[in-house]
């Protein structure tokens, strides 16, 4: 039990609340109209705001949520019982359209009250204010009694909570805290009186509901889940401002709430306004939009909320925790964690509005996050710790790319990026082509979307190895990436296809590993890939040919191929058969065929299996595609501002079907909301549409492989994924991490030849053995690893067949 401090008084006659631990804890919707945070780098605080009532709010970094929820309940004492959530009409805005201070307008249903809160951090400190005014029949506001209802959550769980009330500096305030961290709730105005208690048993909302009374003040709730109420003293004030202070210990907590509350909400508005001005919307844009930059202003500045303040250019994937109404302390991560994927679109989508230094701090916090061997984990928290453990090659190419980018506009200042490139192009070579997971991290094998940016990363990287004086590294990346290109419709597409009767040929989601490849199952060499979150008693295996995502028009996006390439265009047909849905705001599309990752059939969360919904993202990922092949994509860019909440957030899944459980069609599924995935990709679209080509586009991808211009001459072979068979008159060529000597014969072993192996940095070794277009028979070889003083003890055929 923590001991107060002496300066703190605990309330007199104020015993522990009973009912403990409360009942098992749950988050809130994930369906937010606004993610707000100060500007400031010092504010180290960020709030949420939905269905008229503040949210998670995030201290001291943006991945630590520290509360579920506070709103005001409202009574006459006698004949009714309000709580904001529910039982009130809401309307919200912006206060200032390039800042995110929150107005909210909460209704009485009956038009006797509203109730009007402007939402704000304070500018500088980690402190929430919520600034309310009350306004209504004026014998109503006589006898209207308003209390303050905070539910902590404290580092990211409900349970294990505590709760005092106590009384400093002669006003009534209240303390929640877990471990070392405390939140301090308190008013401008005073607390008539405050209580605490256990959540379903002795809270607040419990007292109130049971006659419109107060009737409990407990003055202590200890290791549960715990709940805070205080009566404020709206007789004295029709306007009020409530704080929420946060801080490492009680004194912290307290001293900034009240700090913030002894300078009028005013000046900390105007502030807090002036400070968002500092990071002004690309005013170029609006003119792409349908809305005159409405939701690009949004976009860039929930982008931009994103980013934590203590781990400088660390950006989470949305402040939010996907159906977190069913959700418990057992789901830690939610979306507020660091993809390097969903990361790189959003630095990306900030270079297109100019904000290289921005982009760059991203850049600067991977090359930190960078494991030794060039990876990355596939998600982690704030600080580096890694939280799932899947490995996905996009993930590691991405950051290529946007080095790539940077170095171009001279947006480096003096960091040097090399060696973090040249680490990251090294794990690509020695893995690629096969990745554990593709961008929907499930299923391993060979995805369209993943070798799309493999290509386009190892080509950065070659382009920085020769500006770094390494031609040799260069010319072997490039080589690296023509053999992985020129083998892109032999892995990922096929022949025989059965989800369109006109069109056989088509790219598919994923081609799931050979026998003997890394990552592949049981039951290899059928071409079944497995789908996950399919419900109990449901197909979860189907052949590779039958499931098809939106993934290869990755391809068109980095110049991978061109937008008229014939297996591109069939795909295209082929995904609007299968995966495109017309909503009242316009068409939106699923992420593949038999998905499992969104809301239950019969309308309910997803709790671990669903159905697959439509996501806006996509919609922007099509536009895309149709601006490169030259079309007008004016209605598509009217369609995700439509998806686009009052508060201007996107979110991650759409409901697709008429009208069920209260969700609507065309309107927000339960998913996260806002994904800042999606607000990048929107801005980038924007951008493309104002300069009049796909942003995304690398040019010396484009020239090398969508124009024609490359032709690989090696086939690759790893002990990690050993080949059968070459064409004859190919180069094989061996990639190996470490130094080696190859001993080979094309005659039987009647004569042999030997190769020492050219080294190249990260990516490791490599010898090459040339054919002849002549050639038949077999090549066998065998090799000596120099630095471990041994053979391989086996050797290895591979098979030289017909002409190149």
Known sequence: MTVLAPQYKWIDGQGMAFGAPGLEPRWTSSAKDAVGTAYSASSRAWYTVSHGVLNEVYYPTIDRPQIRDMQLLITDGETFFHEERKDLLHEFEYVDSDSLAVKVCNRDRDGRYTITKEIINDPHYPVVLTHVRIDGDKDLLERLKVYVLLAPHIEGGGMGNNARVIEVAGQRAALAWKNHTSVALTVDCGFDCASVGYVGASDGWQDLHHNFQM??????????????MGEIKVHRARDFTIALGFGEGHHAALSAAMGALSKPFALHLKRFIEQWHRAESPRELAASSMDNGKVMQISHNIVLAHEDKTYAGAFIASASIPWGYAKGDDDLGGYHLVWTRDMVQSATALLACNRVETARRALVYLACTQRPDGSFAQNFWIDGT????????????????????????????????????ERAAGFLVRYAPVTQQERWEECPGYSPSTLAAVISGLICAADMARAHRAPELGKFLEEQADWIESHLEDWTVTNNGVLHPDVKRHYMRVRPPECGEPYAHEECGREM???????????????????????????????????????????????????RRDTPKGPCWRRYNHDGYGQRKDGGPFLGSGQGRVWPLLTGERAHYELAAGR???SLIDTIEQFASCGGLLPEQI????????LVFGGPAGAAMPLVWAHAEYLKLLR????????????????RYAKGNATSHIEVFKLRRQLASIPAGKTLRITAHNRFKVAWTVDGWQTNRSAE???????????????????TGAVSFTLYWIDENRWEGRNFDVRVEGAS
């Open 215 to 228: 009737d409990w003040q407990f003055g202590s709730a200890l290791e549960g889940n715990v709940s805070i």
């Open 386 to 421: 890694p939280y799932w453990t899947g490995l996905q090659l996009d993930e590691v190419a991405f950051p290529i790319i946007l080095a790539w980018r940077l170095w171009k506009l001279d947006g480096l200042g003096n960091f040097d990026v090399f060696p973090f490139v």
């Open 529 to 579: 890939i497995r789908i996950a979150n399919r419900a109990p008693g449901e197909q979860n295996e189907f052949e590779a040919r039958e499931v098809i995502d939106a993934g290869f028009l990755e391809l068109v996006r980095y110049g991978v191929r061109a937008a008229d390439d014939p297996v591109i265009v069939d795909s295209v047909k082929v995904v609007d058969a299968v995966l």
């Open 632 to 634: 007008d994509v004016s």
């Open 655 to 662: 409901w697709d079907e008429p009208d069920k459980s209260g």
């Open 688 to 703: 493309s549409v104002t300069d009049g080509n796909v942003f995304d586009r690398i040019p010396i991808v484009e020239d």
């Open 757 to 775: 192996s050219s080294t190249v940095g990260y990516a490791g070794s490599f010898a090459d053995i040339p054919t002849t277009p002549e050639q």
